[in-house]
């Protein structure tokens, strides 16, 4: 049976990936921060699921994890590492506290870093291991490789997930460890939703009020239109599966206009285009909230 470890399962595409591999005959370790939704995971998945209980931000939780995986595991290899875990959030660079920035940095980034330094022995540097060598998937975004406003701290984080997975993939070729990004766009996931209530006291009354809620309007939009999440993850099991798997796979609605021509654009235009978008959306009349399929 292939063993797989996954951050972030308790919702999301995180917890579609998970239930798809798990229906696939895959061993699953999903990360949870609350024991009832390990729970309520072991219950939905079966057998084939284990939870474990991990704050990626938190060192000693992750090298427990490693621990209890690596028992599981005897001598055999981990065929996979998915990092999901992360924090979206719509906010102004101009006014964010730097403890936000930070703390979105230590999960997007940090965390991501501190479960594969914990889990490449498993995968595949220690050679005392038998077995096929295991994958690392890191999730970035389309907005990892160009700035988006008032996405700026997300934005800039997943831009650090594609530079050290590109750095990753470099140096783990010495150990015959592959590290491959997916870069999703806006999806029918419920993280909308969660933008939708996501209203910062430090914006209310700034002159940032106004841009910032006319770009949530754009980016409701956008995830009530984008992919469903099952297309998604055939993208992510193809990177997991693949003989000869890319460097990176974009999993995005409207890939020319929200991934191709931001990112080959040149920069000054990309601004203007962006500029007339969110302007345009906020003279448009609310439509009532709309449910991800």
């Known amino acids: 049976m292939k063993t797989i470890v996954i951050t972030g399962v308790s919702s999301g595409i995180g917890h579609a990936t998970a239930k798809t591999l798990v229906s696939k005959g895959w061993r699953v370790f999903g990360t949870v921060r609350k024991s009832e939704q390990g729970e309520r995971l072991s219950a939905e998945f079966g057998p084939s699921f284990t939870p474990l209980l991990v704050d990626v931000r938190d060192e000693a939780a992750v090298r427990a994890a490693a621990d209890q995986v690596a028992g599981a595991l005897g001598n055999e290899r981990l065929q996979g590492l998915i990092n999901f875990a992360g924090i979206e959030t719509v906010d102004a660079l101009a006014v964010v506290p730097i403890a936000d920035v930070q703390d979105t940095f230590d999960v997007h980034v940090f965390g991501m870093l501190r479960m594969v330094q914990a889990f490449l022995p498993l995968l595949g540097s220690d050679e005392a291991r038998q077995g096929p060598k295991g994958r690392i998937i890191n999730i970035s975004s389309v907005v990892g490789k160009w700035g988006a406003p008032?996405?700026?701290?997300?934005?800039?984080?997943?831009?650090?997930?594609?530079?050290?997975t590109d750095a990753m993939r470099r140096e783990f070729a010495h150990v015959g460890v592959d590290a491959i990004v997916i870069r999703p766009g806006n999806t029918k996931s419920g993280v909308f939703e969660k933008v939708r209530a996501d209203h910062h006291d430090y914006i209310?009354?700034?002159?940032?009020?106004?841009?910032?809620?006319?770009?949530?309007?754009?980016?409701?939009d956008g995830a009530i239109n984008g992919w469903p999440m099952a297309r998604v993850v055939a993208v992510i099991e193809k990177a997991l599966t693949a003989k000869h798997p890319r460097a990176a796979y974009v999993a995005a609605a409207e890939r020319i206009m929200n991934y191709t021509a931001p990112t080959l654009s040149p920069p000054r235009l990309v601004d203007k285009v962006l500029q007339m978008r969110i302007a345009l959306r906020s003279r448009k009349p609310e439509s009532g909230p709309q449910a991800p399929e």
């Open 150 to 164: 008032y996405f700026g701290t997300y934005s800039s984080a997943k831009h650090a997930v594609e530079g050290m």
């Open 204 to 220: 209310r009354g700034t002159i940032w009020e106004k841009p910032v809620a006319d770009f949530r309007k754009l980016f409701l």
